[in-house]
């Protein structure tokens, strides 16, 4: 049940230093390298590109993984799965199916198309014999535990860290990859990151940034690198529990065309934390200079500019990890938001938790 909890979504939020823990459980070794019990090394030596296919918040998981595995010289692209419709794929292609439920039609008709096609699968699950689980060749399961708010919140999480694992091992096995030089120390950091989320949880502001801007027209959610992917994850999630006006951008995209939209009528959250936030710096001036309220994210040590109205802090960690803490902080903010406003929050109207059709 919800215990002391008003929502499961607030339950859950609160949840992820153990879900996190759960999920990272055993797949770190003492020196700092990943092992993953399903996939041994050598698993991957014959694949030449990663194929994510996913929806939803899923997809905003697999667009980090990408990056991940782009930063690792590996080949790697996400779709969104009702979108993929004529795979270029061969026998070197790997199709990773992410789905929570590992219910979803969408998915689960990628998944089967890429099969067709004759690339190898896993899917990326938190379903324990779920129809993907059962469908693709190899399971990875993110092991976050139930989730029952329509929203999803520590299966997001767990699924970064379970992809973020995945594309070391991939970046190991293949032959273009190069394993980041600072693995010993990131996956140090990612071993913390239930400790991290936890100070994140414990010291929010997230409440009070959210009742200061409950009168706007418009929210967006800004952020480079893989914070683009906790830009759209941001947007979503305020979207689906606000039923306020919210989107999510590259910010370097929001001179070809959103500015337009960007008046004093508009709270801009704009993500610091990545190892790019510099450049995210002049596209939240612009906005702030159209009048716009900003809302910085960002790591404690760093200085956001006079420029922001408010700040999200969230501890000093690698930047390829602090965008999952910075998401925490967008969570609550949606929560305190949609608590506010007396929606339904853990079923949305006219949503689902698991998609079953096409
Ligand atoms: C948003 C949300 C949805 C799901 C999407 C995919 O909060 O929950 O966008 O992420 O329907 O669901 P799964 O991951 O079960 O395939």
């Not at 002391?4 to 992820?16: F, N, T």
């Not at 324990?128 to 989730?147: K, Q, T």
Request: proline share 4%.
């Amino acid at each position: 049940g919800k215990g002391q909890y008003d929502h499961y979504m607030l339950k859950e939020i609160d949840e992820q230093p153990d879900s996190l823990a759960n999920t990272l459980s055993g797949r770190i070794t003492d020196d700092g390298d990943v092992s993953l019990e399903e996939f041994p090394p050598g698993t991957f030596e014959d694949v030449d590109e990663v194929q994510f296919v996913a929806c939803g918040t899923s997809y905003h998981a697999a667009l980090y993984g990408v990056q991940a595995l782009e930063n690792a010289g590996v080949r790697a692209r996400a779709t969104i799965a009702s979108e993929y419709q004529t795979p270029t794929v061969d026998e070197n292609t790997l199709a990773v199916a992410v789905t929570q439920s590992g219910e979803t039609a969408d998915t689960l008709s990628a998944l089967r198309a890429a099969e067709a096609a004759g690339a190898e699968t896993v899917a990326v699950t938190n379903v324990v014999g779920s129809s993907a689980a059962r469908e693709a060749d190899h399971a990875l399961y993110i092991r976050a535990g139930p989730e029952i708010g329509v929203a999803a919140t520590k299966t997001f999480s767990s699924q970064v860290a379970t992809l973020t694992m995945l594309s070391h091992r991939l970046a190991d096995d293949l032959e273009q990859g190069t394993p980041r030089e600072d693995a010993a120390e990131f996956f140090s950091e990612l071993e913390k990151l239930p400790e991290y989320v936890e100070q994140t949880l414990k010291t929010s502001n997230a409440k009070a940034v959210s009742e200061r801007y409950l009168d706007k027209g418009s929210y967006f959610f800004i952020g480079r690198d893989n914070e683009y992917p906790v830009a759209l994850e941001g947007a979503l999630k305020f979207k689906e529990i606000t039923y306020e006006h919210a989107e999510g951008f590259a910010s370097g995209e929001l001179k070809h065309g959103p500015l337009a939209l960007v008046t004093p009528n508009a709270a801009v959250f704009a993500l610091f934390t990545g190892r790019r936030g510099e450049g995210t710096r002049k596209n939240a001036e612009e906005a702030h200079t159209r009048g716009a309220n900003v809302i910085g994210v960002a790591t404690h040590g760093t200085d956001v500019g006079g420029f922001a109205d408010a700040t999200l802090r969230v501890p000093e960690t690698h930047p390829d990890i602090a965008g999952l803490l910075a998401n925490v902080q967008l969570q609550l903010v949606s929560y305190h938001t949609a608590n506010m406003l007396e929606r339904e929050i853990d079923k949305p109207r006219n949503l689902a938790k698991s998609v079953t059709v096409e």
